[in-house]
């Protein structure tokens, strides 16, 4: 049995002529939060549209939950991930608990799948109330119920704490650290931010200029007498 969820072959994407992603292997664990960092503009928002197979890769491979990603069964490797990518999308017209209905219809779910995305992400007393009058944090906390409607293996979200408050920021990170043992799921996470990614992730990546320079545990990142942020700059700036 594979020990990765995910695995990718020198992954390539152009953008004009040049190279969005290029020769990016990835090797994510199961039951881990990975964090993904590099700048904006690094390519990481990239790389999890190619994940998800929203995006078709100009070279190489993509192996999730134990399957080559193709046109021929992207259904089927969607219905066992969940993701947020770039912003929340919803209906502003509708409320929070109608906007997870759609998903559930999608998804084949029932009342108590949406019950339970709305309690873990302390929404369920404002799932009446229309999303437009939602704030930021909200929104972000109900695209991430989105993501977690079924209980998904592999759960990818994309710069999830972008534009909150130092609260929100701090409930995002609370919640995506009790995914991994609350819903039995691996856990993507991209960030511009070492800082941010370090208080919550067990393995991390790091790209920048589409190329990846550094993935590994969190832990044997090797820093010397530099702050984490130090490095991660170094490294970013060097690429």
């Known amino acids: 049995m594979k020990n990765y969820i995910i695995e990718t072959y020198d992954l390539c994407k152009k953008g004009g002529r040049k190279y969005r992603v290029k020769n990016v292997n990835l090797a994510v664990p199961k039951r881990c939060i990975y964090g993904f960092l590099g700048p ?10 190619l994940l998800l197979g929203l995006i ?3 070279g190489g491979a993509v192996e999730i939950l134990g399957q080559k990603m193709s046109p ?25 608990q109608e906007n997870l209905e759609i998903i559930a219809r999608y998804k084949n779910l029932g009342t108590s799948d949406i019950k339970e ?5 302390q929404l369920y007393d404002r799932k009446d109330d229309k999303v437009k009058n ?10 991430i119920a989105m993501a977690l409607m079924g209980k998904p293996e592999l759960i990818i979200l994309d ?3 972008n534009g909150l408050d130092p609260a929100g920021i ?9 995914i991994p043992e609350k819903y039995d799921s691996t ?14 992730a067990d393995y991390v990546g790091i790209i920048n200029k589409g190329q990846m320079i550094y993935q590994g545990l969190l832990s044997e990142l090797e820093i010397g007498d530099a702050s984490l942020e130090e490095v991660f700059l170094e490294m970013t700036k060097g690429a």
């Open 40 to 49: 904006n503009g690094a390519g990481k928002t990239t790389t999890m549209k």
């Open 56 to 58: 078709q890769p100009d």
């Open 72 to 96: 021929k069964n992207r259904f089927d490797i969607n219905m066992r991930t969940g993701s947020l990518i770039e912003s929340p999308g919803f209906y502003g017209h509708l409320t929070g």
């Open 117 to 121: 995305a709305l309690d873990t992400v």
């Open 134 to 143: 939602y704030s930021l944090g909200m929104k972000q906390r109900l695209g």
């Open 159 to 161: 710069e999830p704490t």
């Open 170 to 178: 701090n409930e995002i990170r609370n919640l995506i650290k009790s």
């Open 187 to 200: 856990v993507i996470i991209s960030s511009h931010l070492l800082s941010e990614v370090e208080q919550i």
